[in-house]
């Protein structure tokens, strides 16, 4: 065994890495370096029941024009720190936010906590996963 990997260095050094990206967001999630819990379609459709909900579509303009979550208000995530305080009442309240996979929008989250939002939750797989649960878009 120990000659194995003496002659495979590189081999079991992929292995390694590659089972480290494996459980990393998992890691991160728990550790909470994420910035938010995720939702899945159910929950964020039950916070957005409620009216105090914020929805926030980070997208580019384009991608936002192509469909995006009910009631979602668009601030591309190049634009959320200097536009923050169009945004500011809902501080204490809940905030949805949405991209197109799910993988900008905990950067997003990131920044609304450090901008003092405290009840920031992402969207598990962004506008993909809504759309894959044939849930409504608006145009």
């Known amino acids: ?7 495979n260095v590189a081999l079991v050094a992929l292995f ?5 990206l494996l459980v990393w967001p998992e890691l991160s999630r728990l550790a909470g370096v994420g910035g938010s ?8 459709t039950r916070l957005m029941n409620q009216p105090t909900t914020l929805v926030l579509d ?14 979602a208000r668009h601030i591309p995530l190049a634009e959320l720190e200097k536009r923050a305080s ?14 197109r996979n799910g993988n900008r929008s905990s950067s997003a989250a990131r920044a609304l906590k450090k901008l003092g939002f405290n009840n920031v939750f992402q969207l598990k797989g962004g506008l993909a996963a809504w759309e ?3 849930l409504p878009v608006e145009r």
């Open 1 to 7: 065994m120990g000659e194995f990997l003496l002659n």
């Open 86 to 99: 169009e945004i500011q009442k809902f501080k204490d309240k809940p905030v949805l936010v949405t991209c």
């Open 16 to 20: 390694l890495a590659s089972g480290v």
């Open 132 to 134: 894959q649960a044939s």
């Open 37 to 44: 819990d995720a939702l899945g379609t159910l929950e964020a």
């Open 58 to 71: 980070i997208r580019d303009d384009k991608d936002f024009a192509a469909g995006h979550l009910p009631r």
